[in-house]
């Protein structure tokens, strides 16, 4: 059973960890990366206890951009003449 359940607005970006992190009771942080929450994990584990906690979050909002839609080719421009 997970420590606690914790939304991701609630977790902060460490951009030195590249991970969100939540405070972990033990003094360190809980971390889950973007790639794993892309792939569907919700547990963010604290890499100095064995401590969890369940991370709430819409999966959607991690899914690569370019899977989701479909980029169309820049349309060149066409030279306008100045009088």
Avoid: H
Avoid at 19 to 46: V, W
Avoid at 52 to 77: C, G, H, L, R, W
């Amino acid at each position: 059973m997970s420590y606690d359940d914790v939304e991701i607005e609630d977790m902060e970006w460490n951009e030195e960890l590249k991970a969100y992190t939540y405070p972990c009771p033990c003094g360190d942080l809980f971390q889950i990366t973007k790639d794993e929450l892309k792939i569907g994990e919700e547990i963010a584990r604290c890499p100095s206890c064995s401590l969890y906690i369940t991370v709430i979050y819409n999966m959607e909002d991690f899914i690569d951009q370019k899977s989701k839609t479909k980029v169309e080719p820049a349309k060149q421009q066409q030279p306008v003449a100045v009088a």
